[in-house]
C-alpha cells in the first residue's frame, strides 16, 4: 500500500494466522483426542472413541503409552493455537520519504518488536533465493553497520516472481540497487 504522493510505502507481512498452520494445529488437536480417548477406553474398559474398540487394549503398557502420547500432542496443539492467536511474525514493513525513516514492525509472544532505521543508512534491497531440501526465498535490506534485516515472512517460499516484484519494487521507491538477481 502506498500514499497517493507516492512518499510513504507499507507492506503487510504474513504471520503465522496462515492456512497451513491452522490445519497441522487441527490435525494435531484430533489426533492428541484420539489417543487420549484410545487411553481412557483402555483404563475404564468402555470404549470413548467410536472409531476403534480400545477397550480392548492392556491398560499397561498401551493404554499408559497411548495416554501419554495425547498428553503431548495437546500441548503442542495449545502452543500452535496460541501462536497462531498471536499470529507470531505477523506485522508491517513501512517505510516513508516524509520522515526519511523505514518502521519494521513485528509480533512477537510478549511484545511489538519494532526497528527504526534512517532510510539513508539502507545501502540495497537484497533478494536471497536458494532452492534445494531446506529452499530460501526471502527479501532483505542491506543496512549500514548492521547486518541484513529480513523483510518477508517465515514458512512457505513465496512465488518468486512476487519475490522479484517486491524486491524491484522497494529498491525503485528507495533508490538503492537490488542486490541477489
Known amino acids: 500500500m502506498s500514499d497517493p504522493a507516492g512518499n510513504v510505502l507499507e507492506q503487510q507481512v504474513l504471520g503465522s494466522r496462515r ?20 487411553s481412557f477406553s483402555s483404563r475404564f474398559g468402555k470404549n470413548y472413541f467410536p ?16 495416554g501419554l502420547y495425547g498428553v503431548a500432542a495437546l500441548l503442542l496443539a495449545l502452543y500452535l493455537w496460541t ?8 506485522g508491517s514493513n513501512l517505510f516513508d520519504k516524509g520522515t526519511g525513516r523505514a518502521i519494521i514492525k513485528r509480533r512477537g509472544f510478549r511484545s511489538q518488536i519494532e526497528i527504526d532505521i534512517p532510510l539513508k543508512d539502507i545501502q540495497a534491497v537484497k533478494v536471497e533465493v536458494r532452492e534445494g531440501l531446506s ?15 529480513p523483510l518477508s515472512r517465515v514458512g512457505e ?14 529498491a525503485r521507491f528507495l533508490n538503492v540497487p537490488l542486490e541477489g538477481i
Do not use: C, Y
Request: proline share 7%.
Open 19 to 38: 492456512f497451513s498452520n491452522v490445519v497441522v494445529a487441527l490435525a494435531v488437536s484430533l489426533g492428541g483426542t484420539g489417543f487420549l480417548l484410545s
Open 51 to 66: 472409531l476403534i474398540h480400545s477397550s480392548d487394549l492392556p491398560w499397561v503398557p498401551q493404554g499408559l503409552v497411548m
Open 83 to 90: 501462536v497462531i492467536a498471536v499470529d507470531l511474525g505477523g
Open 135 to 149: 529452499p530460501l526465498r526471502r527479501l532483505a535490506l542491506r543496512v549500514q553497520g548492521r547486518r541484513d534485516l
Open 157 to 170: 517460499p513465496i512465488p518468486l516472481a512476487d519475490l522479484e516484484f517486491t524486491g524491484a519494487t522497494l
